[in-house]
Nanobody
Framework: QVQLVESGGGLVQAGGSLRLSCAAS????????MGWFRQAPGKEREFVAR????????LYSDSVKGRFTISGDNAKSTVYLQMNSLTPEDTAVYYC????????????????WGQGTQVTVST
């Protein structure tokens, strides 16, 4: 079983920055793809970014590309999401996820999920 715990969320003004962390424990595999998703009230969970533990392959949604950066530290079993130039539209609960299958931007393809961390961007 893989356990994921997010941290780093909070309240920030528009234009500000936050860095989210996702610490993984339990049985993990270097072949896993790690992803970040977010869900705002009344909306479906949407893909934000993903990274392959092996190969340093990354992919971003169009809405965050150029503003957010996903990175990982295999030695610490931790994935990060650096968020810059935040806007109120980025307000959501952010979730870390992992899949043992091929890399995917679909939430339904991920096997493990963290509990989420709230990010609120004020005007």
């Amino acid at each position: 079983q893989v356990q994921l715990v997010e941290s780093g969320g909070g309240l920030v003004q528009a234009g500000g920055s936050l860095r989210l962390s996702c610490a993984a424990s339990g049985r993990t595999f270097s072949s896993y793809t790690m992803g970040w998703f977010r869900q705002a009230p009344g909306k479906e969970r949407e893909f934000v970014a993903r990274i392959a533990w092996s190969g340093a392959i990354t992919l971003y949604s169009d809405s965050v590309k150029g503003r957010f950066t996903i990175s990982g530290d295999n030695a610490k079993s931790t994935v990060y999401l650096q968020m810059n130039s935040l806007t109120p539209e980025d307000t959501a609960v952010y979730y870390c996820a992992a899949t043992s299958g091929l890399g995917s931007s679909y939430a339904s393809r991920y096997d493990y999920w963290g509990q989420g961390t709230q990010v609120t961007v004020s005007t």
